[in-house]
Nanobody
Framework: QVQVVESGGGLVQAGGSLRLSCTASGLTFDDYGMGWFRQAPGKEREGVSCISWSGGLTYYADSVKGRFTISRDNAKNTLYLQMNSLKPEDTAMYYC?????????????????WGQGTQVTVSS
């Protein structure tokens, strides 16, 4: 069966960096667009970034543009999110998803394959 597993979350001070990883198995990884979403307590899940199967197309939410970088290594079935200049408002559970690129980049939560999330906490 398909498994999507995130890792790399943690506690970091404002201004710091983290790199999230997401490994997918049970699917043909480079057949899928990939995306990162996040959900803060009391808020809806929102799209953060997405990437095409080849890595040639990427998209970022305005709130993270210039600070976060999405990338993928198809040989390793792994997606990454490099997060720099972190802010307290970046605190959330971060989720990885595999699915239709247009949906992922539009922030559509339904459909696709999802991981269980990794917690990112940024202290001020």
């Amino acid at each position: 069966q398909v498994q999507v597993v995130e890792s790399g979350g943690g506690l970091v001070q404002a201004g710091g960096s983290l790199r999230l990883s997401c490994t997918a198995s049970g699917l043909t990884f480079d057949d899928y667009g990939m995306g990162w979403f996040r959900q803060a307590p009391g808020k809806e899940r929102e799209g953060v970034s997405c990437i095409s199967w080849s890595g040639g197309l990427t998209y970022y939410a305005d709130s993270v543009k210039g600070r976060f970088t999405i990338s993928r290594d198809n040989a390793k079935n792994t997606l990454y999110l490099q997060m720099n200049s972190l802010k307290p408002e970046d605190t959330a559970m971060y989720y990885c998803a595999a699915g239709i690129l247009a949906n992922l980049c539009s922030g559509i939560v339904a459909g696709g394959y999802w991981g269980q999330g990794t917690q990112v906490t940024v202290s001020s």
